[in-house]
């Protein structure tokens, strides 16, 4: 093999290395908001322990509020990480009320959700007919979400969770305000980074 067939596969093999070694270390988070010093946010994690998170400059801050039913319109881009139903709907745990520049965010129906046995992850965009109640659902208020490959009816039960995001600010961060965190990656000395947090206003709490 000569040394430049070598050197390649080396290097090929150190970056799935170094890949690897980053998805074992990426990992959610989310708690409660103890202080901001500058760029770094002292929180408590949800089980009670303490975690220190370093965010850059440019932090992409989303500020999650409470919301309803009533507040998913006709048109608007969501996501509902829920069940499958017998009858080929999908019971939402949980959904999420994007914002407009959010919009096309993770389209599609995806089986792997983590918040449910058997759970499933539905983004796109809720059909102009809004919401309505189906026959066999209890009456509880459902509606069709599309997206590029198909769309799903999408049951909302009185307990599922529902928040809607706006574009928020480094403002956003503190002392005593509820954050969740996607992908935060964990350093060496045990602290974390993150590009982007999500942070809740005025009693919305992230997932």
Do not use: C
Not at 34 to 61: L, W
Not at 155 to 181: C, M, Q, T, W
Request: hydrophobic share 40%; charged share 20%; proline share 5%.
């Amino acid at each position: 093999m000569s040394m430049l067939r070598i050197l390649t596969a080396t290097a090929l093999v150190a970056a799935f290395a170094a890949s690897a070694a980053h998805a074992q270390q990426a990992q959610r988070l989310a708690g409660t908001i103890e202080k901001v010093e500058g760029s770094t946010i002292v929180g408590k994690a949800r089980d009670g322990s303490a975690v220190t998170i370093k965010v850059p400059d440019n932090v992409v801050v989303t500020a999650v509020f409470k919301a309803t039913v009533a507040d998913i319109k006709p048109g608007a881009y969501i996501g509902s990480g829920a069940t499958p139903q017998a009858d080929g709907s999908q019971k939402a745990v949980e959904v999420h009320i994007f914002a407009e520049s959010m919009r096309g965010q993770g389209d599609g129906h995806r089986p792997d959700w983590y918040g449910a046995p058997n759970g499933t992850m539905t983004n796109g965009a809720v059909e102009p007919t809004g919401t309505v109640s189906t026959v066999g659902s209890g009456g509880e208020p459902s509606f069709v979400v599309k997206y590029k490959e198909g769309e799903k009816r999408i049951v909302v039960p009185a307990n599922a969770h529902i928040v809607r995001y706006e574009v928020g600010s480094k403002d956003d961060l503190k002392a005593g305000a509820p954050f969740a965190i996607q992908a935060a990656a964990k350093q060496a000395d045990g602290t974390f980074t993150t590009p982007r947090i999500n942070v809740g206003k005025d009693g919305g709490r992230p997932f």
